[in-house]
C-alpha cells in the first residue's frame, strides 16, 4: 500500500531512539536502519528516493549513538561514518543531503574527548590527539567547501544569477567556543607534558580567529581549560606557565576585548 510507507522522517524518529536507549547493542541497530534507509532509498537510475533517503540529521543520530558508548571503538566507529559522510559531499554523492554539519564534527570530537577503555580508564593522549585530528579535519573541510562555494558563486556571476545573500554552508561549518573547549579539556584529561603547549596553540588559534572578526571567541572555561592542562601536565615549568595564562586572562578581561572572558 503506497499509502502505507515508512519516510526518511520515521527511520530517523526511529533511530534516534536508539541513539537515547541503554540497550547494550543501541549503536549497532541506528547504524543497520542507516544502511537499510540507503539501500531502500536507492532507485534504478542510481539515484536517490529523497523521500525515503537519509539526511544530515539522520546520519547525525548514528553518530551520537555511537558516541553514546563512550569507548574508543565506539569513537573510531563514528569516525569511519563522518568520513563517509565528507566523501558524499565533496566527491558528488547520490544523496547531497548526506554531508557533514558542525553538529556532526563536534559529536566525533566529543566521542574522542570522552572516550575510555574497558575498564574505564581515560585514554589521555591519544584520545586528545585524535579530538585535535578532527578539529583541523572540520577547519580543512571547511576552507574546502568554501572553494566549492566561490567556484559556483563565480559560475553564478557569469551568467548573472548570483545573489548577495545566497546560502552559505561552509559558514555552517565553522567550530564553536565549545568544540575548541572539549578539544582543549581532551588535553587537560591526557595529564601529557605537552598538554599545555598543545592547549596554548588552540587558544591562540581562537583569539586570532577572534581578533579577524570570527564568531568564536575564548571564554572564561578556555582559560581555566588551559590553565588546567599546564598544571596537571607534570611538565617541570607547569606552574609558572599556568599563572602566565592567569595574567593573561586577567588583562584580556580587564581590557573587556569584546566580551572575550564571560
Same mark, same amino acid.
Given at each position: 500500500?503506497?499509502? @502505507?510507507?515508512?519516510?526518511?522522517?520515521?527511520?530517523?524518529?526511529?533511530?534516534?531512539?536508539?541513539? +537515547?536507549?541503554? !540497550? !547494550?547493542?543501541?549503536? %549497532? +541497530? #541506528? /547504524? *543497520?536502519?542507516?544502511?537499510?534507509?540507503?539501500?531502500?532509498?536507492?532507485? *534504478?537510475?542510481?539515484?536517490?528516493?529523497?523521500?525515503?533517503?537519509?539526511?544530515?540529521?539522520?546520519?547525525?543520530?548514528?553518530?551520537?549513538?555511537?558516541?553514546?558508548?563512550?569507548?574508543?571503538?565506539?569513537?573510531? $566507529?563514528?569516525?569511519?561514518?563522518?568520513?563517509?559522510?565528507?566523501?558524499? $559531499?565533496?566527491?558528488?554523492?547520490?544523496?547531497?543531503?548526506?554531508?557533514?554539519?558542525?553538529?556532526?564534527?563536534?559529536?566525533?570530537?566529543?566521542?574522542?574527548? +570522552?572516550? !575510555?577503555?574497558?575498564?574505564?580508564? @581515560?585514554?589521555?593522549? @591519544?584520545?586528545?590527539?585524535?579530538?585535535?585530528?578532527?578539529?583541523?579535519?572540520?577547519?580543512?573541510?571547511?576552507?574546502?567547501? /568554501?572553494?566549492?562555494?566561490?567556484? %559556483?558563486?563565480?559560475?553564478?556571476?557569469?551568467?548573472?544569477?548570483?545573489?548577495?545573500?545566497?546560502?552559505?554552508?561552509?559558514?555552517?561549518?565553522?567550530?564553536?567556543?565549545?568544540?575548541?573547549?572539549? @578539544?582543549?579539556?581532551?588535553?587537560?584529561?591526557?595529564?601529557?607534558?605537552?598538554?599545555?603547549?598543545?592547549? %596554548? *596553540?588552540?587558544?591562540?588559534?581562537?583569539?586570532?580567529?577572534?581578533?579577524?572578526?570570527?564568531?568564536?571567541?575564548?571564554?572564561?572555561?578556555?582559560? =581555566?581549560?588551559?590553565?588546567?592542562?599546564?598544571?596537571?601536565?607534570?611538565?617541570?615549568?607547569?606552574?609558572? #606557565?599556568?599563572?602566565?595564562?592567569?595574567?593573561?586572562?586577567?588583562?584580556? #578581561?580587564?581590557? =573587556?576585548?569584546?566580551?572575550?572572558?564571560?
Amino acid at each position: 500500500d503506497k499509502d @502505507v510507507r515508512p519516510t526518511v522522517i520515521t527511520y530517523t524518529e526511529v533511530i534516534d531512539a536508539y541513539a +537515547k536507549s541503554s !540497550r !547494550r547493542d543501541s549503536a %549497532e +541497530k #541506528a /547504524e *543497520e536502519l542507516l544502511f537499510i534507509m540507503m539501500k531502500e532509498a536507492e532507485l *534504478e537510475d542510481g539515484s536517490m528516493d529523497q523521500d525515503i533517503a537519509p539526511t544530515a540529521i539522520t546520519c547525525d543520530a548514528v553518530l551520537n549513538a555511537w558516541a553514546r558508548r563512550g569507548t574508543v571503538e565506539a569513537a573510531g $566507529r563514528a569516525e569511519q561514518i563522518l568520513e563517509r559522510m565528507e566523501y558524499l $559531499r565533496t566527491n558528488g554523492g547520490v544523496n547531497v543531503n548526506i554531508q557533514p554539519t558542525a553538529y556532526s564534527f563536534a559529536t566525533v570530537i566529543s566521542a574522542w574527548a +570522552k572516550a !575510555r577503555f574497558g575498564k574505564g580508564e @581515560v585514554t589521555g593522549k @591519544v584520545n586528545a590527539e585524535r579530538a585535535q585530528y578532527i578539529l583541523n579535519r572540520m577547519n580543512d573541510f571547511r576552507k574546502q567547501i /568554501e572553494k566549492i562555494e566561490a567556484k %559556483e558563486r563565480d559560475q553564478e556571476q557569469e551568467q548573472e544569477q548570483g545573489s548577495e545573500d545566497s546560502y552559505s554552508y561552509a559558514k555552517e561549518l565553522e567550530p564553536d567556543s565549545v568544540v575548541y573547549n572539549t @578539544v582543549i579539556d581532551a588535553w587537560a584529561r591526557s595529564k601529557d607534558p605537552i598538554a599545555g603547549t598543545r592547549a %596554548e *596553540e588552540l587558544l591562540f588559534e581562537m583569539e586570532e580567529l577572534h581578533r579577524l572578526g570570527g564568531n568564536i571567541a575564548p571564554d572564561t572555561i578556555t582559560y =581555566n581549560s588551559v590553565i588546567n592542562c599546564h598544571a596537571t601536565s607534570g611538565h617541570m615549568n607547569g606552574a609558572k #606557565a599556568a599563572e602566565r595564562i592567569l595574567v593573561k586572562m586577567e588583562k584580556a #578581561a580587564k581590557a =573587556n576585548q569584546d566580551g572575550i572572558v564571560e
